[in-house]
């Protein structure tokens, strides 16, 4: 077992769906068709998960780029309303593991979603320590976060196994030395940690 586990958020924690926010913020634009294009991708942009620019600054961009139709207020509850919910399986293996090593969880993410999600997973209060790409201004695959979720694991990186289901990720931190697990489902993250930390459950009949 790792001294530490640094975990990622969405795609391990936290299913989401990055198409649903822009598709609800495009049916109220001048062209809807073009926008849902445009706006692919955008809770993930850098300058959006590394807080440069404010939900006030994106509704602005909206209205002046798109036509978008809508308050802020409308704009803000398309943004916040929840467009993921918890990974099945994934919510009770915090406490086992946060009784074997340290848990750092490391997220790309915005503060408004965060706090959304936050609010609806109360898991993720088992971590030790939350470092989020709009605190630190840096995102992965950025060498530096890396560097600093070391630190806040108090580990070495070849003592610290990193999971996250982008590969791009699962490379950059294999580059700087950390054990890494590409994950793809919690069936295989269980499998690869093995019994000895994760004990099976036990059924007395």
Not at 19 to 48: T, Y
């Amino acid at each position: 077992m790792p001294d530490a586990l640094v975990m990622d958020l969405f795609g391990v924690f936290t299913r989401f769906d990055n198409d649903i926010v822009p598709a609800r913020l495009a049916k109220h634009c001048a062209d809807p068709e073009d926008a849902v294009r445009r706006l692919a991708g955008l809770m993930a942009r850098r300058e959006v998960i590394t807080g440069r620019v404010t939900l006030a600054d994106i509704h602005e961009r909206l209205i002046a780029k798109h036509g978008y139709t809508r308050p802020y207020a409308d704009f803000e509850e398309a943004w916040l309303t929840p467009y993921s919910g918890p990974m099945p399986g994934m919510a009770e293996l915090v406490g086992p593991l946060a009784e074997r090593c340290r848990l750092v969880l490391l997220s790309n993410v915005d503060a408004y979603c965060w706090r959304v999600v936050r609010a609806m997973q109360p898991e993720l209060g088992r971590f030790d320590e939350v470092l989020l790409s709009c605190d630190l201004g840096l995102a992965k695959p950025d060498p530096e976060i890396f560097r600093r979720a070391s630190l806040a694991a108090g580990a070495p990186p070849e003592r610290c196994l990193f999971v996250d289901d982008t590969l791009v990720n699962v490379e950059a931190a294999a580059a700087l030395g950390f054990r890494t697990h590409w994950f793809r489902g919690v069936a295989g993250f269980r499998a690869m940690l093995g019994d000895e930390a994760i004990p099976s459950p036990h059924f007395n009949i």
